[in-house]
């Protein structure tokens, strides 16, 4: 900042040597501004993207640690591994299922939540802070709470439902975790989109509501084809966000009957397998899903990704 | 008439999202609280009341070391993070350069990256560079994915604000330096608070890199260390001890949500929506 007004105010009164001033002005702004994103810019670059392209380089070896020294290139035989596995399919399968189902319900429950907070006559106050509270508290936490309360015997939850052990059948454990990770971000959800509520004007409310549009005919032809941006935005990032569950299916059931996601499985072929080979190649290959994702969200909704430009800013 | 049913109405839809969000944490607090005889009883409130298991896990180094890992490592991959952060952002709302788009998008990758494919590179590296199970191989990552979140709230704030105070304050014959610390400095604090507040629930929430880059007590953090509590002795259940520690690990995350509800809000959407 400095550097940049006093450059400009230097070139201010020499009108013949102005021009050539102002192009040095403008590379010291340059070179500030590099030079103040450089840090950061370092830092994110040196820790993902120099390990992702190691981890890539990992992939193509046969590296456990267990057997040191067995380790030699195998070209893409630990993909052919993975991808022929029964248990990289499931772990898919269960980790889709818990984004799909999850991002949905927290969808529908999140507009709900961000209509309440940004309408009700109320105690907003209080609405909004208790809903801050699923976001900020620790998963982990969160996750030991759902587990002791279908803990049968300890838990009030199971004690009211069900006489068996919901954490030991792959149905209910799955519907659990979804249950516990629905109600970590729905408040987030709900934030973004109140955030996206907000920009919805009054006016165009009032003008349906005159014209005789029913409350339900405002919200579906008014309010939702205002908010698409903060929808989508809000869809990308919590689906991207679901597609890494880990914290929760951790501690409720550490993946037994088969309730596993990919994140699961990655980290338990390093930390209890050792093996550095299989688990980089799943690395690669969530990675890859992701980009996917992301790439398929972006293609279709074009600008609506926040940062893609500067319009859409208010 | 009509606007006291609206009001029961909305009063009621306000109950349901409370008791939603504050169940499952009273629920671990009033675990926290039961005796050992009472804990299996199922009970929501507890019957005996007990500060036995409190005082257990602050007897238990295991618990006490991963309190003082987790608010080092949070503390000083913040205080990075919001530094470093900070300069971006001023340079992406003020100034103009080739390459802005670039780190915006580098920025929006990394917040969607997903980390457990680092997981098995950073392991191995960390080994070689000799960081595995230190704090600075947790603070590392720990930067590196909440530097997103910092440049996108603050960038947000401080594009809103109003620069030419800073040249009005200098025709009024304040220096560089005054102006600075006397006109810019308190309109961009709250923006920056607010960042390091959500960089902060980010760093103290984190399980996977903390269970992955650490193998010992040395640099463990409580969310990592909750998961290999056993009570006392083995043969004890570790359910009222676990409860504890997780309610002395939320009460951070209570007073900061209490006490900056208002700007959690506006930076978390901030940052998010209008980028």
Redesign the interface.
Known sequence: ??A??DARRDTAPMSKEEKARLSEG?RA??R???L??A???I???A??A???L??VW?SLQRFDLKFPDEREFVGLTNYITVLSNDYWWTAFGVTMLITVVSVAIELVLGMG?AV?MH?????R??????????????????A???R??WTP????L??LFTDGAPLTERASSLAIIILAEI?KTT??MA??L???LALVPDDLLKAASMDGASAWQRFTKVTLPVMK??IL??L??RT??A??V??NI??LTAGANETSS??ML??NN??RGLN?GI??T???L??I??AIM?FIFVKLFGTA???SRDD??? | METRTAKWRWGLLDAVVVVFALVPVLWIVSLSFKTTATLTDGNFIPREWTLENYRTIFQTDQFVRALVNSIGIALISTAIAVVLGTMAAYAVARLDFPGKGALVGVSLLIAMFPQVSLVSPLFDIERQLGIFDTWLGLILPYITFSLPLAIYTLSAFFKQIPWDLEKAAKMDGATQAQAFRKVIAPLAAPGVFTSAILVFIFCWNDFLFAISLTSTERSRTVPAALSFFTGASQFEDPTGAISAAAVVITIPIILFVLFFQRRIVAGLTSGAVKG
Request: aromatic share 14%.
């Open positions: 900042m400095t940049v007004a403008k702004e340059r500030l501004g590099w103040l994103c840090p950061a810019a830092v994110m670059v820790v993902t120099y390990p992702i190691y981890s990992l939540l309440v309408r009700t006559l109320v105690g106050g209080l609405v909004r802070t208790s809903a801050l509270i699923p976001y900020g508290i620790v998963t982990v936490v969160a030991f709470s759902w002791y309360a015997g300890t838990g009030y199971a004690n109600w408040p987030f934030l973004l109140l955030a996206g941006p903060a935005v809000a990308l990032f991207l966000d597609f890494r880990f914290d951790y501690v990919v994140s990655a980290y390093l930390l550095l688990g980089s799943m690395s690669v969530i990675f899903t992701v992301a990704a926040p940062g859409g800013r208010r």
